[in-house]
């Protein structure tokens, strides 16, 4: 298992009223990820992931993939690890 990395990454599209916060919780938790998710007020989705790359590349992918979610664009960032952090949760 590669080391863990921490992401800000900010998603647009339809991505608000079509769950995403909550399948994204669903997902993260299913991985074993950390970080959060929001709305934000311009219709975006802001995410901080932190776990294996792969596994964050998985939850994009799942993501990309869903029947109701369309990301048309993400902006990706490494930021500094939140090594006291246990549990992925939907902030409002």
Do not use: C
Request: charged content about 25%; overall charge neutral.
């Amino acid at each position: 298992m590669s080391a863990p990395v921490r992401y800000y990454i900010s998603f647009k599209g339809r991505v608000q009223g079509v769950g995403f916060r909550w399948r994204a919780q669903t997902i993260a938790n299913d991985l074993g990820l950390t970080g959060w998710v929001r709305n934000e007020y311009d219709g975006s989705v802001s995410m901080e992931l932190q776990g294996p790359i792969v596994t964050i590349y998985q939850l994009i992918d799942t993501m990309e993939n869903d029947r109701w979610i369309r990301i048309d664009e993400k902006y990706m960032r490494e930021i500094p690890l939140e090594p006291h952090e246990t549990q992925f949760r939907v902030r409002s």
